[in-house]
């Protein structure tokens, strides 16, 4: 790193001690006690008032649209309905290949997977009728009569391709949703 004229003469003034301080603290420790990360390199000539694009427009909000978790408008917590038992399971597309011969760029990890699968047990609902879902790309509401489920996924999924089935009898919802990620190394 070379250093320019500049930039010597402003080490060697942080670095000089003041000689018109009379305080004993500043003899003590030798003036460099009003030194600090502050002071290394050059002094920021820009005000700090300057309002920058990001400002939010209404000074009354407290959050900016992109702050606020996607789904978050369904969290109530005034509710009284309990949520129901899940489960998130992964799905992904093995062939022989992968399996015996191991030729694939598949592993047993979630980034592996094509599809999620969302098990909503919800006991005394009798039809699919009275369940209400709403499937966001970061969020899933699942609500009946008896429970109410506002569940952020864990992935981002295309919710328009999504697929519901209802179990009947065992009164489980089985919600399949297709996980969408950019292609990398293991997903393409």
Same mark, same amino acid.
């Given at each position: 790193m070379a250093l320019n004229s500049v930039d010597i003469m402003a080490l060697a003034d942080m670095l000089k001690p003041e000689e018109d301080s009379d305080s004993d603290e500043d003899i003590q420790t030798g003036g460099y006690a009003k030194?600090?990360?502050?002071?290394?390199?050059?002094?920021?000539?820009?005000?700090?008032?300057?309002?920058?694009?990001?400002?939010?427009?209404?000074?009354?909000?407290?959050?900016d649209e992109a702050e606020v978790a996607e789904g978050s408008e369904f +969290?109530?917590?005034? +509710?009284?309905?309990?949520?129901?038992?899940?489960?998130?399971?992964?799905?992904?597309?093995?062939t022989p290949e992968d399996m015996f011969l191991q030729m694939g760029n598949k592993n047993?990890?979630?980034?592996?997977?094509?599809?999620?699968?969302?098990?909503?047990?919800?006991?005394?609902?009798?039809?699919?009728? +009275?369940?209400?879902?709403?499937?966001?790309?970061?969020?899933?509401?699942?609500?009946?009569?008896?429970?109410?489920?506002?569940?952020?996924l864990p992935h981002p999924v295309d919710h328009k391709s999504g697929r519901a089935q209802w179990d009947k009898k065992t009164q489980t919802l089985v919600?399949?949703?297709?996980?969408?990620? +950019?292609?990398?190394?293991?997903?393409?």
């Amino acid at each position: 790193m070379a250093l320019n004229s500049v930039d010597i003469m402003a080490l060697a003034d942080m670095l000089k001690p003041e000689e018109d301080s009379d305080s004993d603290e500043d003899i003590q420790t030798g003036g460099y006690a009003k030194l600090g990360p502050g002071h290394i390199g050059p002094t920021n000539t820009q005000p700090h008032s300057e309002t920058s694009e990001k400002t939010v427009k209404n000074m009354k909000e407290i959050w900016d649209e992109a702050e606020v978790a996607e789904g978050s408008e369904f +969290d109530s917590v005034y +509710d009284p309905r309990p949520q129901p038992e899940y489960d998130i399971i992964y799905k992904q597309t093995v062939t022989p290949e992968d399996m015996f011969l191991q030729m694939g760029n598949k592993n047993p990890a979630t980034a592996s997977c094509e599809d999620m699968v969302v098990k909503v047990e919800l006991p005394g609902t009798s039809s699919m009728s +009275d369940v209400q879902l709403d499937v966001k790309p970061k969020f899933l509401d699942c609500r009946t009569p008896a429970f109410k489920l506002g569940l952020h996924l864990p992935h981002p999924v295309d919710h328009k391709s999504g697929r519901a089935q209802w179990d009947k009898k065992t009164q489980t919802l089985v919600v399949t949703l297709r996980l969408s990620r +950019d292609f990398d190394f293991i997903n393409f």
